[in-house]
């Protein structure tokens, strides 16, 4: 049985972050266990394959969870101390105009390489197709039953991340050994993903792709704006994915989206009346010009009128109340297997400060596997590299 000090069960971001960390001070005696056939399959699809790491517009409002838990995390990991450390392994940044951070190559496969010939070049041992199926407490640490089979252990990282993107082995079954353990897992839930819908006023629009900013009924604080893409079975894009970070998971949910930001409601009344005044317009053509052809032939629909009735000034009044709260009942989301996040996990009242168990001496929990999850644009891995920097630094604290 080979043994080691560290064991890291998981190759994702939090992963290979907290094994490169490692791997300067204890080298050879770190293992990862991956169960895919090859490391970091998820972190090459962030940011569409671009690499999106962290984000220059940091808040804590950016985060779901336990307050204090995250920031904590933050104060130990500053974004500053992730980037540099980024640096020293030979990824450089830079950031767009919405603070978005990539690799300057813009390759998500970048980071790849580079965390893996930072953490190789120091002895640290990397295993693959070695899922791991059972964790038992022994004298010293841990035995860790594996398809490539068994490991010892002194300190157990789980960098296993929820239950997002089972296409690259993310299915949440790792959360067993941690209920082994003795942990709880709140409810998981997918997050950062296109939301299905009522499709009868929807009809035709798959593909449209429209700025605009969404709501859920009654809680006008839980708010979006973006773009706005139509699908086969309800709407995704920027917006949306942003909203389902933040949506109740109670369905069916009323959401209302307003198709013109920039306008107030009285600007747009104004605008549709002079126009219904001015001249003899079909309904449909008093929309034309305003807002996409097939969401105008829907609003006909919804307030049923017909594309070649007259436009009047009644029709044009219904028309902009319509465009500024378009109603949208959401019956569900695309899930886990198109979800870029999960939301629940372990609790955090489970983990302390430094995200050590609080049911198992030297096991520490990192990354999406907490209860933890943030907003689109970066956020997500931010928080994987920021958790995988405080487990690393209270090992290294012991040794």
């Known amino acids: 049985m080979n043994s080691y000090k560290v064991i890291i069960i998981g190759g994702g971001a939090s992963g290979l972050f907290?094994?490169?960390m490692l791997g300067k001070k204890l080298g050879g005696q770190v293992a990862i266990l991956e169960r895919n056939d090859r490391v970091g399959k998820k972190l090459l699809a962030t940011g569409n394959g671009q690499g999106n790491i962290g984000n220059e517009n940091f808040s804590l409002s950016c985060y779901r969870g336990d307050q204090e838990l995250i920031s904590s995390v933050f104060e130990k990991a500053p974004q500053s101390k992730i980037l540099a450390f980024m640096q020293s392994i030979g990824v450089l940044t830079s950031a767009d105009d919405r603070g978005r951070i990539y690799p300057i190559s813009r390759q998500a496969s970048s980071v790849l390489e580079m965390l893996r010939s930072a953490y190789l070049s120091q002895g640290v041992k990397e295993i693959v197709n070695a899922e791991v199926t059972a964790i038992n407490k022994t004298q010293g640490g841990y035995i860790l039953s594996s398809k490539a089979g068994e490991f010892f252990a002194q300190n157990v990282i789980f960098a296993v991340g929820g239950k997002s993107g089972n296409g690259f082995g993310t299915d949440g079954s790792a959360?067993?050994?941690?209920?082994?353990?003795?942990?709880?897992v709140s409810p998981l839930f997918p997050s950062l993903v296109a939301l299905k819908a009522d499709m009868t006023f929807l009809k035709n629009l798959k593909g449209a792709r429209i700025e605009g900013k969404i709501w859920v009924d009654k809680k006008p604080n839980i708010c979006e704006k973006g773009d706005v893409l139509f699908t086969d079975s309800g709407i995704s894009g920027d917006s949306t994915f942003k909203l389902s970070a933040r949506i109740p998971q109670k369905f069916p949910c009323k959401c209302y989206i307003d198709f013109l930001p920039s306008f107030t409601?009285?600007?747009?009344?104004?605008?549709?009346?002079v126009k219904a005044k001015a001249h003899r317009f079909t309904s449909l053509e008093l929309l034309i010009s305003v807002v996409h052809k097939q969401l105008a032939k829907n609003i006909l629909r919804m307030i049923g009128v017909g594309e070649n009735t007259p436009s009047d000034v009644a029709v044009a009044v219904k028309c902009a109340k319509v465009i500024k709260g378009f109603p949208i009942?959401?019956?569900?989301?695309?899930?886990f297997g198109v979800s870029q996040v999960t939301k629940g996990g372990i609790p955090a009242k489970e983990a302390s400060m430094n995200l050590e168990s609080k049911f198992a001496h030297s096991v520490y929990i990192c990354g999406e596997a907490l209860d933890v999850d943030g907003d689109c644009g970066g956020y997500n891995l931010q928080w994987a590299f920021a958790s995988a920097t405080v487990v690393a630094q209270s090992i290294l604290q012991r040794s």
């Not at 959360?175 to 942990?183: I, K, M």
């Open 18 to 20: 907290v094994a490169t």
């Open 175 to 184: 959360f067993e050994l941690l209920r082994s353990l003795g942990h709880s």
């Open 265 to 273: 409601q009285e600007a747009l009344d104004e605008l549709l009346v």
């Open 329 to 335: 009942t959401v019956v569900g989301t695309a899930g």
